[in-house]
């Protein structure tokens, strides 16, 4: 079995979200990045799936060389063998292509994203590369069993969960639930410096979308504390006042 | 040019997002001075239909061909881009729901489209169709241009409201082939808690931490919740010790949810936990730490032990409703 895991380089969890340059760009300066953590339970599925000589997982990034030591937290984590495909990730579409163009001929049975990644928030890149290989996305799986050439997925709906087949190649969206996370152990730390991590070029598409500018959230005014013992108050000023009861 | 859009059906019923979605596009339609056609895919009662034309489609095309009967992605996907071409709509929206989040960036792929998902407000109309749109998980916007001819816009529940626009609708069958590819994958089991509202829709939320030092004590979380009509959440470290399951956790690396009303109870306000709740319109945080940070981005807030409040809360409510 081959695994193909998608990964995104993404600011810490913990990042203080700012903007540069009349908020047009976003502020790199002093951000710590992390494999964006939904890539990560996938990748942990990954590897589960084929530990043990069952198969191999390669995983791919788009982006430049800066991406790098992110890419080899993964291998680290228990990749096999990474790609970087060298270039600006412009957005969801542009990524998706490039992953699309690197799979179409290397036979990947299963490819695997995370739900989405913590900054642009899209869940779009398994979608559009199931799209772009003409074959079938499920999005945001919570459990996936693979039996040979067909697998049983759980996919998240509004209040439940709907219990999927798929015979033969897909690509999925992660979300919690359907791993634990891996922490590199010392061993996968040290191998990580060795494995192969292919640079390769990306392909020429047409720009699709933009960003243009950056907003923050409207600060909040102060905080209406309550005295413990006058619950009823609470109750009156969500009615009344911010008319929400 | 007209605007399509894609009306999600659960158990041939349309929600509040999906009448939220056919506004939005209604008002699109509005900024372009063209018609809004929705589309319907399974099986949708005609009076059902209908009233889609209150908020303003004037065309429904209604899909109810025996093998699309369930969800299968890449069918569905398939037939609304065939729609937006046989009806020459350059903008195609849906609700950023779970299937619509699966939806949209292949229709947007067959379509040559840019996509906004998240999407929380109205596109600009200086000449550069900009959609503001969720980014860092609730920490920011990011303002999308859609510089493709074709454009999708999946719009976030709860950000557009439901607005009436009586449209006498016209429904009309509507055929497309499926390839047989397209039908990839198969529904074997649907769960759904029936007697629970959906947390990424629910307009009212109330949500537990750490604070309540273990799952047997969530009876009074979910007395609270059915007192109100609202939905339950948590915060990240009550799901990874399964005290919860993980569809409640609302973080950065949970569901970003955008309540009217967002009671936290026994969460301190993690920077990673206020990303997934900060747009909500009214926070109300109850903790015993008047240090806790989730109070200085709460609008109101109760210093007290979640143990003593919170069954005060449920009677206050109980006499308030009465």
Redesign the interface.
């Known amino acids: 079995m081959k695994i193909l895991v998608c990964i995104s380089n993404v600011?810490d969890?913990?990042t203080?979200?700012t903007?540069t340059n009349d908020n047009t760009e976003f502020n790199t300066a002093g951000v710590q990045y992390i494999v964006n953590?939904?890539d990560e339970i996938a990748l942990s599925k990954a590897i589960e799936l084929t530990e043990g000589g069952k198969g191999t997982v390669t995983v791919i990034n788009v982006g430049e060389a800066s991406n790098d030591p992110t890419i080899r937290k993964a291998l680290a984590i228990g990749a096999d063998d990474a790609v970087r495909v060298n270039a600006v990730p412009r957005?969801?579409?542009f990524v998706?292509k490039q992953i699309a163009e690197y799979a179409k001929d290397k036979d990947f049975n299963i490819i695997l994203t995370g739900r989405e990644s913590?900054?642009?928030?899209?869940?779009?890149?398994?979608?559009?590369v199931?799209?772009?290989l003409?074959?079938?996305?499920?999005?945001?799986i919570?459990k996936l069993d693979v039996d040979g050439d067909s697998a049983?997925l759980e996919?998240?709906?509004?209040?439940?969960?709907?219990?999927?087949?798929?015979?033969?190649k897909?690509v999925a969206s992660c979300?919690?639930?359907v791993a634990e996370p891996k922490i590199p152990n010392m061993r996968g730390i040290m191998s990580a410096r060795t494995k192969p991590l292919n640079v390769v070029e990306a392909v020429s598409i047409?720009?699709?979308?933009?960003?243009?500018?950056?907003?923050?959230?409207a600060p909040?005014?102060q905080?209406?504390?309550?005295?413990?013992?006058q619950?009823?108050q609470?109750?009156?000023?969500?009615?009344s006042e911010?008319k929400?009861? | 040019m007209s605007v399509l859009v894609y009306v999600e059906q659960?158990e041939g019923k349309f929600?509040k997002s999906v009448y939220e979605a056919v506004s939005y596009a209604k008002a699109i339609a509005d900024q372009q001075s063209t018609n809004l056609t929705a589309i319907s895919i399974g099986n949708v009662a005609e009076d059902e239909l209908k009233e889609l034309g209150k908020y303003g489609a004037s065309k429904v095309l209604n899909v109810s061909t025996e093998q699309l009967k369930t969800?299968v992605?890449?069918a569905y996907?398939s037939v609304i881009a065939n729609a937006a071409e046989k009806e020459s709509a350059d903008v195609v929206v849906l609700s950023n729901?779970?299937?619509g989040?699966?939806?949209?960036?292949?229709i947007?792929?067959?379509l040559?489209?840019?996509?906004?998902?998240?999407a929380v407000e109205l596109p600009t109309t200086d000449g550069?169709f900009?959609v503001?749109k969720?980014?860092?998980?609730?920490?920011?916007?990011?303002?999308?241009?859609?510089?493709?001819a074709n454009k999708v816009i999946a719009l976030n529940p709860n950000a557009f409201g439901v607005k009436e626009n009586a449209t006498d609708a016209t429904i009309e069958n509507f055929t497309a082939d499926v390839k047989q590819?397209d039908l990839?994958?198969?529904?074997?089991?649907?769960?759904?808690?029936?007697d629970?509202?959906?947390?990424?829709?629910a307009e009212?939320v109330v949500s537990a931490g750490r604070g309540l030092k273990g799952p047997e004590n969530w009876g009074m979380i979910e007395e609270l919740a059915n007192l109100?009509g609202a939905a339950t959440a948590c915060s990240k470290p009550v799901?990874d010790a399964d005290w919860r399951p993980?569809?409640e956790?609302v973080g950065?690396?949970?569901i970003?949810i955008s309540p009217?009303?967002y009671i936290a109870i026994g969460i301190s306000g993690a920077?990673?936990h206020l990303?997934g709740v900060?747009?909500s319109?009214?926070?109300?945080?109850i903790n015993k730490d008047p240090e806790a940070p989730f109070?200085?981005?709460?609008?109101?807030?109760?210093?007290?032990?979640a143990f003593?409040?919170v069954p005060?809360?449920i009677?206050?409510?109980k006499?308030?409703k009465a």
């Open positions: 600011p969890t913990t203080k979200i903007f953590p939904y957005d969801a579409y998706a913590i900054d642009y928030n899209g869940n779009q890149v398994a979608a559009m199931g799209e772009f003409d074959i079938p996305s499920i999005s945001i919570k049983t996919r998240e709906i509004e209040g439940g969960k709907e219990v999927v087949t798929v015979s033969g897909f979300a919690e639930g047409e720009e699709v979308t933009k960003v243009t500018k950056y907003e923050t959230p909040r005014g905080v209406k504390l309550v005295p413990a013992d619950t009823e609470l109750i009156s000023l969500l009615h911010a929400v009861i | 659960a929600k969800f992605n890449q996907a729901s779970f299937s989040k699966g939806l949209a960036p292949r947007a792929v067959k040559k489209a840019g996509l906004a998902d998240g550069k900009a503001k969720t980014a860092f998980s609730g920490k920011a916007f990011a303002i999308t241009e859609l510089t493709s590819s990839g994958t198969v529904i074997k089991d649907i769960v759904r808690a029936t629970k509202v959906s947390l990424p829709d009212l109100l799901s993980h569809s956790h950065q690396t949970g970003s009217n009303l920077i990673q990303a900060s747009s319109k009214v926070i109300v945080v109070f200085k981005v709460a609008d109101y807030g109760i210093v007290g032990d003593e409040v005060k809360l009677e206050a409510l006499a308030h």
